[in-house]
């Protein structure tokens, strides 16, 4: 897999999240190797407006017909808004992760945090070591 797939402008966790810092908030997804790894995304389960949640816990699940996942937080925050049309469509996982597939925007609480995650490069080291 090259680190091509890992867009230069977020940060990475090793359960295989991205965040990508906008302003005060940050946008939360699944990388492409999760999608790959994952297959075809059936349902997702995500948190409430308005709920705090903690770098490193369980947030929520994704289920593909392959497996049940679980979503780890990136940082601490308050959820600010969650993409409704997965829902629906949770296909956009598949399609477009990176884009359309995004889960959720948290309010950071520390952007300090971020400096503790993984950069595009150093993620994609990190994916070649679980091939």
Do not use: C
Request: net charge negative; hydrophobic share 35%.
């Amino acid at each position: 897999m090259s680190d091509t797939q890992f867009p230069e402008d977020r940060r990475y966790t090793k359960e295989h999240e991205w965040a990508k810092l906008e302003q005060d908030s940050i946008t939360v997804g699944i990388t492409a190797f999760a999608v790959e790894q994952l297959g075809d995304v059936t349902l997702v389960d995500l948190p409430s407006v308005g709920s705090s949640i903690k770098a490193g816990e369980r947030f929520g699940d994704i289920e593909s017909v392959k497996t049940v996942s679980e979503l780890f937080s990136p940082v601490d925050g308050e959820v600010i808004e969650v993409n409704e049309a997965l829902a629906d469509k949770p296909e956009l996982i598949n399609d477009d992760t990176y884009g359309q597939g995004w889960m959720l925007r948290i309010r950071i609480s520390d952007q300090s945090q971020l400096e503790e995650l993984m950069d595009a490069a150093s993620y994609a080291t990190f994916v070649a070591e679980q091939d």
